[in-house]
Antibody, heavy 120, light 110 residues
Framework: EVQLLESGGGLVQPGESLRLSCEAS????????MSWVRQAPGKGLEWVST????????YYAGSVKGRFIISRDNSKNTLYLQMNSLRAEDTAVYYC?????????????WGQGTQVTVSS | QTVVTQEPSFSVSPGETFTLTCGLS?????????PSWYQQTPGQAPRTLIY???TRSSGVPDRFSGSILGNKAALTITGAQADDESNYYC??????????FGGGTKLTVL
């Protein structure tokens, strides 16, 4: 059974940093494409970042590029999102999602999410 | 910047068949965008319904179907049920690792 368990969310002040983790199980993590998707309060889903399993390539939405860093530790089956220079508009539930690679490009499994609140 | 468009809200009656759409602010949606659809109820993680335009995810009833209608991706639900009341999101793959979600459609089953 595929499981994705996010952690690391919390309340931080604007300008501060936070690192989210997503522990994966039930599939071959090292070769899987993994992503972060967020949802601001009362708003829709927003793709944040993706990392490929094999090449290690990373991709970012324009809203977070230069501030967020996606990474993974395949020995720990864990995905990370380092969030720097946080802003109020980064307040959201952050979901870890497993993405099916080419030629499908969709999310087949989702975690339950972790809440990030940026407020002074 | 490319915007993926969806109906903000949609109301149907039980038993009705209806279609939600997913378009682009500029241009047409084709299968090359690998449209996918997700269902989400408040407080829950999204659930994958449809991928690659028209393939149902495991366990999704055949009441849900995907297609391209004109210049948009479409999600058709046959025989609306009360528990279909949810938010529905489409997602398009833009290439170069970038995915974009639509703003979502809030479906009400009256």
């Amino acid at each position: 059974e595929v499981q994705l368990l996010e952690s690391g969310g919390g309340l931080v002040q604007p300008g501060e940093s936070l690192r989210l983790s997503c522990e994966a199980s039930g599939f071959t993590f090292s070769s899987s494409v993994m992503s972060w998707v967020r949802q601001a309060p009362g708003k829709g889903l927003e793709w944040v970042s993706t990392t490929s399993g094999v090449s290690g390539n990373t991709y970012y939405a324009g809203s977070v590029k230069g501030r967020f860093i996606i990474s993974r530790d395949n020995s720990k089956n864990t995905l990370y999102l380092q969030m720097n220079s946080l802003r109020a508009e980064d307040t959201a539930v952050y979901y870890c999602a497993k993405r099916v690679p080419a030629p499908a490009y969709y999310f087949d499994f989702w975690g339950q999410g972790t809440q990030v609140t940026v407020s002074s | 910047q490319t915007v993926v468009t969806q109906e903000p809200s949609f109301s149907v009656s039980p038993g009705e068949t209806f279609t939600l759409t997913c378009g682009l602010s500029s241009g047409s949606v084709s299968t090359s965008y690998y449209p996918s659809w997700y269902q989400q109820t408040p407080g829950q993680a999204p659930r994958t319904l449809i991928y690659s335009t028209n393939t149902r995810s495991s366990g999704v009833p055949d009441r849900f179907s995907g297609s391209i209608l004109g210049n948009k991706a479409a999600l058709t639900i046959t025989g609306a049920q009360a528990d279909d009341e949810s938010n529905y999101y489409c997602m398009l793959y833009m290439g170069s690792g970038i995915s974009v979600f639509g703003g979502g459609t809030k479906l009400t089953v009256l």
